[in-house]
Nanobody
Framework: QVQLVESGGGLVQPGGSLRLSCAAS???????IGWFRQAPGQEREGVSL???????TFYADSVQGRFTISRGNAKTVYLQMNSLKPEDTAVYSC????????????????WGHGTQVTVSS
């Protein structure tokens, strides 16, 4: 089965860190991997993505300098989140696209169910 599973979410204080993992049932090397988040009542927002070519990475302005996306083994992608802020609170999902790098979540083919990240004091 084609499947993506996120893990690593939880409750942290402002300024804290979390590392999210996206584990796939298939090889991710040929896919663009994006991390998206959605808070209650808010639209889905692209957080970061990593290209299937040369590992080029992209970040939303809101997380630039705080988050880092990276590939682990062929079936794993990480999102390191540092200096977390309350506004980072959301369900974070990873997604895979067989096409070009894009911030358009509609273009992604496979999705995980998400992991909750809550940043609160």
């Amino acid at each position: 089965q084609v499947q993506l599973v996120e893990s690593g979410g939880g409750l942290v204080q402002p300024g804290g860190s979390l590392r999210l993992s996206c584990a796939a049932s298939f090889n991710l090397d040929s896919y663009v991997i994006g991390w998206f988040r959605q808070a209650p009542g808010q639209e889905r927002e692209g957080v970061s993505l990593i290209s299937n070519v040369e590992g080029k990475t992209f970040y939303a302005d809101s997380v630039q300098g705080r988050f880092t996306i990276s590939r682990g083994n062929a079936k794993t992608v990480y999102l390191q989140m540092n200096s977390l802020k309350p506004e980072d609170t959301a369900v974070y999902s990873c997604a895979a696209s067989a096409g070009w790098s894009t911030w358009d979540w509609n273009e992604y083919d496979y999705w995980g169910h998400g992991t909750q990240v809550t940043v609160s004091s």
